[in-house]
């Protein structure tokens, strides 16, 4: 079945640039969207961005003016940068899958970036 | 931005008892073209991604015990635990899938066993 894998690095300074990758395995990388959400500390859930295999994007319109996520199908992967990141960037990182107007039904393990100068 | 709301915040029952979580949305999430209703419900348990339990409101993903189930249609939805176990303790979000252009999710309930 479809897995998940992410990684990027997991302690920035303030104004430095996030960045995170997601490999897609064991299935089809196109007919999904492929989203990235967030979730601080102990908070909830926020969604930041999607992309489709042929680089359609909707962004977060909160975030979008220091937002990129893009595609590299020949890898099966999608990245996520975040620029001028401050402490409020804080947060567990998750990659998800959705079918075209569904769900996340698919998610990455997460990875915890911290913001600290 | 539709805005979701769920109640309560914080919910403590006993084993084998019912549990009920409401979400309520900012604006209809019910597609007149097909009927569906864009709602789902995650399950997340500590340092755990959200798990998918269920989407269209009601329908159950696959491997998700039938104890869970959702109801509720338009801006007002509920889940519904028949029979607690004591793996469901968690935190469950509701989310809405009806904007493309931004998803976005309930505060949490936190449910505990009482």
């Known amino acids: 079945q479809v897995q998940l894998q992410q990684w990027g690095a997991g302690l920035l300074k303030p104004s430095e640039t996030l960045s995170l990758t997601c490999a897609v395995s064991g299935g089809s990388f196109g007919g999904s969207y492929w989203s990235w959400i967030r979730q601080p500390p102990g908070k909830g859930l926020e969604w930041i961005g999607e992309?489709?295999?042929?680089?359609?994007?909707n962004y977060n319109p909160s975030l979008k003016s220091r937002l990129t996520i893009s595609v590299d199908t020949s890898r099966n992967q999608f990245s996520l940068t975040l620029s001028s990141v401050t402490a409020a960037d804080t947060a567990v990182y998750y990659c998800a899958r959705a079918q075209p107007f569904d769900a996340f039904d698919i998610w990455g393990q997460g990875t915890l970036v911290a913001v600290s100068s | 931005d539709i805005v979701m709301t769920q109640s309560p915040d914080f919910l403590s029952v006993s084993l084998g008892e019912r549990a009920s979580i409401k979400c309520k949305s900012s604006?209809?999430?019910?597609?007149?073209?097909?009927?569906?209703?864009?709602l789902a419900w995650y399950q997340q348990k500590p340092g755990q991604p959200p798990k998918l339990l269920l989407y269209?409101?009601?329908t159950r993903e696959s491997g998700v015990p039938d104890r869970f189930s959702g109801s509720g249609s338009g801006t007002d939805f509920t889940l519904t635990i028949s029979s607690l176990q004591a793996e469901d303790v968690a935190v469950y979000y509701c989310q809405q899938y009806y904007s493309p252009l931004l998803y976005t999710f309930g505060q949490g309930t936190k449910l505990e066993i009482k």
């Open positions: 604006q209809s999430l019910l597609y007149s073209s097909n009927n569906k209703n864009y």
């Open positions: 269209w409101a009601s």
């Open positions: 992309i489709n295999h042929a680089g359609s994007t």
